[in-house]
């Protein structure tokens, strides 16, 4: 695979950093990563939205314009010849002097890598994912922006950590109030009595571009959405769970922590297919549903 790195195509392999850049040393940066269906990546101008509104928070200052930005992304699609998989690029604020100071930084680094689409298994969509409640708290917005993906991704790191290491496919992680917030790297959804429930943005989780999807199906089908807050024994009261993100697309829960759930779930099978429908329709094809059994 070839990886583009700042200006230059390289072999992913080849591809080097400066040991100063604060993306490095401080995982001082934003990253996103998206599905690419057929060779399109999805709905890049999201992604690059997003990207753009986290430089704006952590005040990384931009080296190209986004237009720029979706060429490099497009142009390493095309080099690597990807027709189907994930792509993820990146922006550090560049490199400095040893310390905190971000003043005086300079080239900042923007790589592009791609890698070959890893849907998961058909039996695990058919049975279920077994998510663990995380004891690592989401870090609130008020200490770090909710709506930023930063490369310092090690809260997320720990918490899935936790998860696997106990036999588990996802972690769902709570506010410091005991509230339920989102995944290391998903959204979670939950029904209840036929109503699509999900926390709120306002609560400090990431406005994954997925979740939105999802969303735009609940509309298309006329399910009602409600996005609100609730604690974890709340999760006793709800007949479906389900979580997002870009790779997995939908993943049914089967548990979390001692609640069951079912699967498949008819809102949850309801909303996969119209999901699917309109990437279908946006992108002509949906490799994360492609899992064998």
Same mark, same amino acid.
Request: glycine share 6%; charged share 25%; proline share 6%.
């Given at each position: 695979?070839?990886?583009?790195?700042?200006?230059?195509?390289?072999?992913?392999?080849?591809?080097?950093?400066?040991?100063?850049?604060?993306?490095?040393?401080?995982?001082?940066?934003?990253?996103?990563?998206?599905?690419?269906?057929?060779?399109?990546?999805?709905?890049?101008?999201?992604?690059?939205?997003?990207?753009?509104?986290?430089?704006?928070?952590?005040?990384? $200052?931009?080296?190209? $314009?986004?237009?720029?930005?979706?060429?490099?992304?497009?142009?390493?699609?095309?080099?690597?010849?990807?027709?189907?998989?994930?792509?993820?690029? $990146?922006?550090?604020?560049?490199?400095?002097?040893?310390?905190?100071?971000?003043?005086?930084?300079?080239?900042?680094?923007?790589?592009?890598?791609?890698?070959?689409?890893?849907?998961?298994?058909?039996?695990?969509?058919?049975?279920?994912?077994?998510?663990?409640?995380?004891?690592?708290?989401?870090?609130?917005?008020?200490?770090?922006?909710?709506?930023?993906?930063?490369?310092?991704?090690?809260?997320?790191?720990?918490?899935?950590?936790?998860?696997?290491?106990?036999?588990?496919?996802?972690?769902?992680?709570?506010?410091?109030?005991?509230?339920?917030?989102?995944?290391?790297? $998903?959204?979670?959804?939950?029904?209840?009595?036929?109503?699509?429930?999900?926390?709120?943005?306002?609560?400090?989780?990431?406005?994954?571009?997925?979740?939105?999807?999802?969303?735009?199906?609940?509309?298309?089908?006329?399910?009602?959405?409600?996005?609100?807050?609730?604690?974890?024994?709340?999760?006793?009261?709800?007949?479906?769970?389900?979580?997002?993100?870009?790779?997995?697309?939908?993943?049914?829960?089967?548990?979390?922590?001692?609640?069951?759930?079912?699967?498949?779930?008819?809102?949850?099978?309801?909303?996969?297919?119209?999901?699917?429908?309109?990437?279908?329709?946006?992108?002509?094809?949906?490799?994360?549903?492609?899992?064998?059994?």
């Amino acid at each position: 695979m070839l990886a583009f790195l700042n200006d230059t195509l390289v072999p992913m392999e080849e591809a080097r950093v400066p040991v100063m850049d604060r993306g490095f040393l401080y995982g001082d940066a934003v990253f996103e990563t998206m599905a690419v269906y057929e060779g399109r990546p999805f709905r890049l101008d999201r992604h690059l939205a997003r990207l753009v509104e986290a430089c704006r928070a952590v005040s990384i $200052s931009l080296p190209c $314009s986004a237009d720029m930005m979706e060429q490099r992304i497009l142009r390493t699609i095309e080099a690597n010849r990807l027709e189907n998989g994930l792509v993820r690029f $990146s922006l550090t604020r560049g490199r400095s002097t040893r310390g905190l100071d971000t003043r005086g930084c300079s080239d900042p680094t923007f790589l592009v890598l791609c890698f070959p689409p890893k849907p998961p298994p058909a039996s695990l969509r058919r049975g279920g994912a077994t998510v663990e409640v995380s004891s690592w708290r989401r870090i609130p917005s008020r200490c770090l922006p909710s709506g930023a993906k930063t490369a310092n991704y090690l809260n997320n790191i720990l918490a899935f950590r936790e998860a696997a290491e106990r036999g588990a496919q996802e972690a769902l992680m709570l506010t410091l109030d005991d509230e339920v917030a989102e995944g290391t790297v $998903s959204n979670f959804f939950f029904v209840r009595k036929g109503l699509l429930l999900t926390p709120p943005l306002d609560l400090g989780i990431l406005p994954g571009i997925t979740r939105l999807v999802v969303l735009e199906a609940a509309e298309r089908l006329g399910i009602v959405v409600r996005e609100c807050r609730f604690r974890l024994e709340d999760l006793a009261a709800f007949d479906e769970a389900f979580y997002t993100n870009s790779n997995v697309v939908m993943m049914p829960a089967g548990v979390i922590d001692e609640y069951r759930f079912q699967v498949p779930g008819v809102v949850t099978q309801a909303l996969q297919k119209e999901v699917a429908r309109l990437i279908l329709e946006e992108a002509g094809h949906c490799w994360a549903f492609d899992g064998s059994s």
